[in-house]
């Protein structure tokens, strides 16, 4: 994306979460924009280009979903930040383009009136129409845009109905602040306000210019850990909430009410509903999707589709991807005359990034299946079918959101977790976290499901059934140590969950697929930065201190890797493991899917340049121990994958947690359990498998 | 490429890894979080 010039506006595109804001967003700018984060916080940061229907250039930014600017969460208080243009690196939108889901209109009047009462020049959207027309819902855009003073267009982001009218908008450059009214306060707490924000100002808090909004919306603030407000203005900022709790108690409550009165008042003017609520789509999907039984054998289902196609169709592109490693392999091979530099290319390079790049399919199918699930509205129905098995643990379906992201990666999943009210349930879901089976976890279980059930020995709907196995595992045992901890570690009831179902929409292909090649892009990076740097190094650690012959066993064995693996055997061994799986641990300490290069370099590296093309899989099914056992039996194959379930390998996420909780403990705590875990349960399956003859 | 120059530049690729890995390393201290590259799309 071109660098915009300062005078492109920037119009903040901003709603409800599931008011198909992004959709919205991806639509205006197909691949012209660029992901980032906010400086300081893991909150992802959209910026794209696009042209109004006049030809001029603008500068959107997809801000966090919400539903009011009282933040409750770190996503919630960058979106206050931006509007009110607190934040250093992002300057204050010159316009706004509110989304609202006409279908849930009188509730996301609630976050658009607060944006209106910032009285920037702002468009109002009305999305979903097609939705509030199934309920014969009618909003008189043209009345709301009369009384509100700005343009008002009606929408529908799935078939770009309206999009035109939209650009249209967005050419205006004469759009005036909102006729909306900022709710009358009574004039003592006015008073209260006017006097913190002086102290505000004092402190620094605020800049000098600021309205009564920002020491109210700073004031008002459930965010637990205050984000983005300095640590020292923290303690200012709450004395001064004491005080204004003690002077005027239920202030804030009389505002929500009195902002509620004056929807009401707009809705009675603009929105006609019949008497009694029309049956949609919705509500009968809801009638088996939320059905206690059927909703969950449905998930069940969606689940082991998903798998399902995780290993069939992704099949055909993988076979692909590995041969065309295997050709560039080759290619090198014949090019090169033999020497470390190409030893390094063709043994550690190629195999070592081949090893993990060759999921890809994989996980673009993993990805695109929860970018469906996520866009058609059936995400919030899991987390509502969850919640009741969350509460047999002590925590609530707020608890499964988080836990849910952590299928893709436990970062966001951990972070996520920051909206969770209660502190107990928040590092007990913290501490989850991590036990869902990530994308990182993906390569792994794929390649040993591979060596334990071959191509063409048994179908993709068994190879499917274990993954589903492996993924409900590590969901029991998440289960399993909330209700410990809530039991033994942090004693305490459940907070309540509430949660806002969205209709059931179609999913829009084009959003989804960007969000996939998001995914992807970002793969592929790691894969080409960081894989390919453990490769290196995997490859150096196997080939040096180098010893006399050609001898390419005795060298593994006499590398630092070697002598590593060899180390840690004689505590591996009872798992089932030789010392070279061994390496594999180590070097996957790292993140999980090395585990997958660390193996195919070590076995490139003892295979010499004969058969080192051959795929990863085969070679670690024909591996045979000194004594011409196999190593990898199905035994050892079940105690490795039952290892990868639990165990933390995962550098990343520790090091959020540290700083989640604020310290070492938890974070070392974690570690501690899962690893403790994985090596006990590994050790229970070898050892009762062996002593059963398996 | 004879072997002895294949020799210096595998380990000039090594040594430019294990440079490049210390100083991410030292940038993650100042700015912790998960890199923007683990693929978690934060």
Redesign the interface.
């Given at each position: 994306m071109s660098a915009a010039a300062p005078e492109t506006p920037l119009i903040a595109i901003v709603g409800n979460p599931n008011s198909g804001k992004t959709t919205l967003f991806n639509l205006l700018t197909g691949l012209k924009q660029k992901?980032?984060?906010y400086p300081g916080v893991?909150?992802?940061k959209k910026i794209g280009e696009c042209y109004s229907q006049h030809g001029k250039k603008l500068r959107l930014i997809d801000l966090p979903g919400a539903y009011s600017l009282n933040a409750r969460s770190p996503d919630e208080a960058v979106l206050r930040d931006v509007l009110l243009g607190r934040r250093p690196e992002t300057p204050r939108p010159d316009r706004v383009v509110c989304v609202l889901d006409s279908a849930n209109f009188e509730r996301n009047l609630y976050m658009a009136g607060q944006v209106l009462e910032l009285g920037l020049p702002t468009i109002l959207v009305l999305n979903m129409v097609d939705v509030a027309e199934q309920r014969e819902w009618r909003i008189d855009a043209i009345k709301l845009s009369e009384i509100l003073g700005i343009p008002v267009v009606k929408t529908n982001a799935i078939s770009g109905q309206g999009l035109i009218e939209l650009k249209l908008a967005l050419s205006r450059e004469d759009i005036s602040p909102p006729k909306w009214q900022n709710a009358a306060l009574p004039e003592g707490v006015k008073a209260a306000l006017e006097h913190s924000r002086d102290e505000m100002r004092q402190a620094g808090v605020i800049h000098t210019r600021s309205s009564l909004l920002e020491p109210l919306y700073l004031l008002s603030d459930h965010d637990p850990t205050h984000y983005g407000i300095a640590d020292t203005q923290i303690a200012r900022i709450h004395e001064l909430r004491s005080r204004m709790e003690t002077d005027f108690p239920g202030w804030e409550d009389a505002l929500v009410a009195e902002r509620y009165r004056r929807i009401e008042e707009l809705c009675a003017q603009v929105l006609k509903r019949p008497d009694q609520e029309i049956e949609t789509i919705t509500t009968k999907l809801d009638r088996i999707l939320l059905h206690p039984v059927l909703g969950f054998v449905n998930l069940l289902l969606v689940l082991g589709l998903l798998f399902f196609l995780i290993f069939k169709v992704a099949e055909g592109p993988m076979g692909w991807i590995e041969a065309g490693f295997g050709q560039f392999g080759a290619w090198v091979e014949g090019l090169?005359?033999?020497?470390?530099?190409?030893?390094?290319i063709v043994n550690g390079v190629v195999p070592g990034v081949s090893g993990v790049v060759i999921f890809l399919p994989q996980?673009l199918i993993l990805f695109f299946f929860i970018g469906i699930m996520e866009d058609t509205g059936y995400m919030s129905r899991l987390a509502f079918i969850m919640d009741w098995a969350m509460s047999k643990v002590g925590l609530n379906g707020k608890s499964f959101l988080p836990f849910l992201s952590s299928y893709?990666?436990?970062?966001?999943g951990v972070?996520a977790a920051r909206t969770i009210d209660s502190p107990k349930d928040r590092l007990i879901t913290i501490l989850i976290a991590p036990l869902a089976s990530c994308?990182?976890r993906l390569p792994v279980y794929s390649l040993l499901i591979g060596v334990l059930f071959p191509v063409g020995e048994v179908g993709a709907f068994v190879q499917a059934g274990i993954m589903l196995g492996l993924y409900s595992l590590g969901t029991l045992g998440a289960f399993f140590f909330a209700w410990v901890f809530n039991k033994f570690v942090m004693k305490g009831s459940a907070s309540p969950m509430i949660l806002e179902m969205p209709s059931y929409k179609m999913p829009a292909l084009k959003s989804i697929l960007l969000q996939v090649w998001?995914?992807a892009r970002?793969?592929l990076?790691?894969a080409g930065?960081?894989i390919l740097?453990i490769s290196?190094?995997i490859w150096?650690a196997s080939t040096y201190p180098k010893t006399a012959g050609d001898d390419s066993a005795k060298q593994m064995e006499h590398s630092f890797a070697g002598r590593a693996g060899k180390l840690i055997e004689p505590a591996i061994a009872p798992l089932g493991y030789d010392w070279k799986i061994g390496i594999g641990l180590i070097g996957s300490f790292a993140?999980r899917e090395v585990f997958n290069s660390t193996m195919s370099v070590v076995y490139a590296v003892e295979s010499g340049d004969d058969d080192n093309l051959a795929p990863l899989r085969d070679k670690l099914a024909a591996e045979r121990r000194p004594d011409g056992r196999l190593v990898y039996t199905p035994l050892v194959c079940i105690s490795l994958l039952v290892f990868y379930v639990f165990a933390m390998q995962c550098v990343?996420t520790i090091?959020?947690v540290k700083?989640e909780t604020g310290s070492w403990k938890w974070a070392m705590f974690q570690l501690g359990y899962m690893t403790g875990t994985a090596y006990l349960l590994s050790l229970l399956i070898f050892q009762i498998g062996s002593a059963l003859g398996y | 490429?004879?072997?002895n120059?294949?020799?210096i530049?595998?380990?000039a690729?090594?040594v430019v890894?294990?440079v490049?890995?210390i100083a991410r390393a030292a940038k993650?201290r100042k700015k912790?979080?998960?890199?923007?590259?683990?693929?978690?799309?934060?």
């Open positions: 992901v980032a984060n893991t909150v992802e090169m005359s033999p020497g470390d530099f190409r030893d390094l996980i893709a990666c436990a970062i966001p972070m994308s990182a998001q995914r970002m793969f990076v790691r930065t960081i740097g290196i190094l150096a993140a990343s090091a959020i700083r | 490429m004879n072997e120059w294949q020799s530049a595998a380990i690729v090594i890894t294990v490049l890995f993650r912790p979080g998960c890199g923007g590259s683990c693929g978690c799309g934060k």
